[in-house]
């Protein structure tokens, strides 16, 4: 399994707002090749947003990262940090990781 981490700088929607605003946008996600689960993150006081992403293989998450970040960057959004990290399954299993 692979994880993902994206965030970037958001003047928003926030909250329930976002929440409408990006349903179609979750929804088209969801279906993506690779993708266990997402969760979507938001920092109103900060102005950012971003999630953190898990994926079966490196190849399904390397091509989220590359497809994403392009959709990202045709919002507006030109900053944008991505992560690929490995996950160490026993010790998240004993924090109640969900995998």
Known sequence: MKLVQ??????G???QEMTDAMDGLARSIADEPG???KIWTENRA???AGGIYLFTDEQ??????VMHTER???FGIDKVNAK???VNTPLTQITNGPL
Not at 6 to 11: I, N
Not at 60 to 65: G, I, K, P, Q, W
């Open 84 to 86: 690929l990290f490995d």
């Open 60 to 65: 399904s998450a390397r091509d989220y990262m």
């Open 46 to 48: 900060d102005g950012e």
């Open 6 to 11: 994206f965030d970037f700088k958001y003047a």
């Open 35 to 37: 993708l266990l689960w």
């Open 72 to 74: 990202l960057k045709s």
């Open 13 to 15: 929607p926030f909250g």
